[in-house]
């Protein structure tokens, strides 16, 4: 059971727009900011989102991501096949002292 | 180019020991809080284990606790986590993560900007 709330599946066509929430709480979300990762098995994790909603550079700007109150959503618009991964959304708890990651959600591209 | 190259990894049985280690380079290494994360088999990303540029802060998930220690020789651009009794929910591909910071106001903020390819720790008997 994850600390952060993700849905564990989304889909979409291509060119469709796409978004995943996570849901947290006031010692993680609603006090710290939100960073969202990309991860094809097998391979290293990749920093998508930073800071709630700032792209490290590379990353189109297809990718979004918003905060508000205790929740954080991903939008992923003009969704391609290159796309289909699993995304984690992670923030910081005050009070467990760590971070604390969601349980992530799997895209897939129809 | 930022590099993170984990090792040490392998097959060890319940309640033995382990030690995987990070070298980074291509970044003032000394720069840097440095993270450990982990991935069990089928299941989701989970944070294990961070550490100050200094060593004089360390902080651990409640389940490796009094287990796993979390250590850096800035000297050799090197990040280790020391594993003890371990256990079969222990068995995961263990990640070295760069802490990177963003400060636009004199906050700063922290994510995982560079990532390791993982090690693969298996506890079976």
């Known amino acids: 059971q994850s600390v952060l709330t993700q849905p564990p599946s989304a889909s979409g066509t291509p060119g469709q727009r796409v978004t995943i929430s996570c849901s947290g709480s006031s010692s993680n979300i609603g006090s710290n900011t939100v960073n969202w990762y990309q991860h094809l098995p097998g391979t290293a994790p990749k920093l998508l989102i930073f800071s709630n909603s700032q792209r490290p550079s590379g990353v189109p700007d297809r990718f979004s991501g918003s905060k508000s109150g205790t929740s954080a959503s991903l939008a992923i618009s003009g969704l391609q096949s290159e796309d289909e991964a699993d995304y984690y959304c992670?923030?910081?708890?005050?009070?467990?002292?760590?971070?604390?990651f969601g349980g992530g959600t799997k895209l897939t591209v129809l | 180019e930022v590099q993170l190259v984990e090792s040490g990894g392998g097959l060890v049985q319940p309640g033995g020991s382990l030690r995987l280690s990070c070298a980074a380079s291509g970044f003032t290494f000394s720069s840097y809080w440095m993270s450990w994360v982990r991935q069990a088999p089928g299941k989701g990303l989970e944070w294990v284990a961070n550490?100050?540029?200094?060593?004089?802060?360390?902080y651990y998930v409640d389940s490796v606790k009094g287990r796993f220690t979390i250590s850096r020789d800035n000297a050799k651009n090197s990040l280790y986590l020391q594993m003890n009794s371990l256990r079969a929910e222990d068995t995961a591909v263990y990640y070295c993560a760069r802490d990177g910071r963003y400060c636009p106001n004199g906050v700063c903020s922290y994510y995982f900007d560079y990532w390791g390819q993982g090690t693969l720790v298996t506890v079976s008997s």
């Open positions: 992670a923030a910081w708890d005050d009070s467990l002292n760590g971070v604390v």
């Open positions: 550490m100050k540029q200094d060593g004089s802060e360390k």
